[in-house]
């Protein structure tokens, strides 16, 4: 309003004038009219120790608790004279106070943006505050959202709890004002983005391209990499030259790969990848680099039943069977000689490029000591060693380190019967034996004791001829005859049917272990061990003595005689 020539000259008119413009602003109609549940823009007048009073042109000025002004960090936000949306959410015209909300204003402005967002098919920002049943909750810069877990991303989460704290972006699904709900998605937008990658990959990819890809899952099998939209896989066979058990040993989640497409089904949409095609194969040429006979140093990657894989250089690996780890030690496992990790001395043994395999040796890199005991120990030897070991059968001799010499059970004595050598031998002691036979191919060393002493067998027939005499000791009896010993370790057999001319059911029913007998040698044979003795030739040549005498007796004699032997007969049928 312009200034009369009247209120120039009179400044209280012009003060009254102005008072009485505020005063009908004041009761215009227009004046604050703020409509409930609007936002409404408003100025920061004063800032108090728990609220804050916001202008927005009404009556009075609006509180709003300082708390909605504070960031994260718990500082304060705002400065007095600064604009600010706020939100009415209540006010009485009577008594001319208003409700304010900044908090609720930010809200409404924010679901607004997320409307305008889901319309236009767009993204949004947000951090994974907390895991919730059946997903997460998500802020969105002031409002929580709902992700589903199964839309979290394209493939199951490992670990769920990794995820908390983290920023994505975000599709948003649903939004319901009235009950504050937001639900959103990862896993649409990545397979938006990744149907659009696929689509543009599948036009350039093509065999023997090298690409880029990240490790996406990782299985027993093989590597799952994720090359922009489209997954190959990675076989185990073609990540590496050498032997792996597992692909964790040389890749991990999240892991940049360069890669070769070995296969592409256009199709199908299903790529084969290699990772040690990148690199020559160092089985070329493999025979001219390991000649047989080369003896070399490497590594132990592999233990198996049957023997140790040893690592020559990256991506070749040879065998060392378990029957070529020790010259003398007979191995139940490879473990009793190696180690994975141990570095070992082999010698290559055989190459065969076609099927990739190099057979190795560990103690060819040493002296065969079978070679040296044949030289050191010739048969005819006679040697001293100690008992290491007895069984049944025989004694263990040791006579180098890792080979022991048998004397076996029937090379103990030339004449007593050893049921077991524990009863003439002990661990530890030391014994002389004579070598019998060196065989290097089978691996075999043999002894005896009894060779070194002569046989006494080979005497008896000059001792014991046919027709001798002989007294002995009865030592077993059995069915079908006596055992009786002549003289120490030689014993004779009187078969059942020469003890008498009657028949005898059982020798134990006229003798007894002990027994002292005479008896006449009627067989003998060095080679077969055998000496035959009778008892009833003895009692032959005594009746054929006796009837002789009767027969040549003279006259005179006669009935003395006939008496005499008649005494006899009885005497010796009481005997028998």
């Known amino acids: 309003m312009d200034k009369t020539p009247e209120m120039k000259n009179n400044p209280n008119m012009e003060m009254e004038v102005n008072f009485e413009a505020a005063l009908e602003n004041y009761l215009n109609e227009d004046f604050g009219d703020l409509e409930e549940g609007s ?12 609220h804050v009073l916001v202008d927005v042109n009404f009556k009075s000025e609006g509180q709003i608790s300082l708390n909605e002004f504070l960031d994260a960090a718990g500082e304060l936000e705002v400065r007095v004279g600064d604009q600010i949306d706020v939100y009415v959410v209540s006010k009485n015209e009577s008594e001319g106070t208003i409700h304010l909300s900044r908090e609720r204003a930010k809200r409404m402005q924010l679901f607004d943006k997320l409307e305008e967002i889901q319309e236009k098919d767009d993204v949004i920002t947000g951090r994974i505050v907390r895991r ?81 890809g990240r490790v996406k899952n990782i299985t027993e099998y093989g590597v799952f990499v994720d090359l922009g939209g489209l997954d190959g896989l990675m076989h185990i066979t073609d990540m590496s030259w050498k032997r792996i058990k597992h692909p964790k040993e040389l890749v991990h989640l999240g892991d940049e790969l360069q890669l070769k497409v070995l296969s592409f089904d256009q199709e199908k949409q299903k790529v084969s990848l290699g990772m040690k095609q990148l690199v020559s194969d160092p089985w070329e040429n493999i025979a001219g680099k390991y000649p047989e006979g080369t003896r070399l140093s490497g590594k132990v990657t592999n233990l198996v039943d049957y023997g140790a894989f040893v690592e020559l250089e990256a991506g070749v690996e040879g065998l060392v069977h378990i029957s070529e780890m020790s010259w003398t030690r007979k191995l139940r496992h490879p473990s009793q ?150 003289e120490e370790g030689i014993e004779g057999l009187v078969h059942v049917s020469e003890i008498s001319r009657k028949k005898v059911k059982t020798p134990a029913e006229l003798y007894k272990e002990g027994d002292e007998i005479e008896a006449k040698v009627i067989h003998v044979s060095a080679d077969e061990r055998r000496l035959g003795l009778s008892i009833k030739s003895i009692k032959d040549e005594e009746e054929k003595r006796k009837s002789k005498e009767f027969r040549t007796a003279g006259p005179s004699d006669t009935g003395s005689n006939l008496g005499e032997l008649l005494r006899q007969k009885l005497e010796e049928d009481a005997q028998r």
């Open 337 to 486: 000689m190696v180690h994975v990790g141990d570095e070992v001395e082999v010698v290559v043994l055989s190459v065969d490029p076609d099927k990739k395999r190099i057979s190795l040796g560990m103690k060819q890199v040493r002296p065969n000591p079978w070679d040296i005991v044949a030289e050191k120990y010739p048969e005819g030897t006679i040697l001293e060693g100690s008992v290491k070991n007895i069984t049944e059968f025989g004694i263990f001799i040791g006579i180098e380190d890792g080979i022991d010499g048998l004397i076996h059970v029937s090379d103990i004595s030339w004449t007593k019967k050893v049921r077991h050598p524990g009863e003439m031998f002990k661990s530890g002691d030391t014994v002389m034996a004579k070598v019998l036979t060196v065989d290097k191919e089978n691996e075999k060393f043999t002894l005896g004791i009894k060779q070194l002493s002569e046989d006494p067998w080979t005497r008896v027939p000059d001792t014991y001829p046919v027709g001798a005499m002989v007294k002995g000791t009865v030592t077993n009896i059995t069915d079908f005859g006596l055992f009786v010993e002549v």
């Open 39 to 50: 936002i409404t823009q408003g100025v920061v007048v004063r800032i108090g120790k728990e």
């Open 132 to 212: 919730i049943k059946g997903g997460y909750t998500v802020d969105l810069g002031g409002v929580e959202a709902f992700l589903p877990g199964s839309h979290v991303d394209l493939r199951p989460v490992p670990d769920m709890d990794a995820l908390v704290g983290q920023e994505f972006e975000f599709r948003v699904l649903k939004i319901n004002r009235r009950r504050s709900n937001v639900i959103v998605s990862r896993r649409v937008l990545l397979e938006e983005r990744r149907d659009s990658m696929r689509k543009d990959l599948l036009k350039t990819l093509e065999e023997g391209q090298v690409v880029t």
